[in-house]
């Protein structure tokens, strides 16, 4: 996987390193909200500069 990331840092000329690239990573998480029954998953901000960064991972499209 560290590979793929690397790859993917090049090819897109990202202009991060793989440990900041990690570094902004660990700071995205989705929150769960109730209410009533119902579930609503929502991700937490972030920048449109970070949001750039992620786009070749399509990482705001991931859930566990």
């Given amino acids: 996987m560290i590979t793929t990331i690397l ?3 090049e090819k897109f000329n990202i202009g991060i390193g793989y440990e900041s690239l990690m570094g902004k990573a ?3 998480f989705e929150v769960e909200l109730s209410s009533k029954g119902s579930k609503l998953y929502r991700w ?3 920048s449109n ?10 990482i705001l499209s991931v859930r566990c």
């Avoid at 500069?49 to 399509?58: G, I, Q, T």
Wanted: proline share 5%; hydrophobic share 35%.
């Fill in 7 to 9: 790859w993917k840092i």
């Fill in 44 to 46: 937490t901000h972030i």
């Fill in 49 to 58: 500069e970070d949001e750039k960064l992620f786009k070749p991972f399509n």
């Fill in 26 to 28: 660990s700071k995205i």
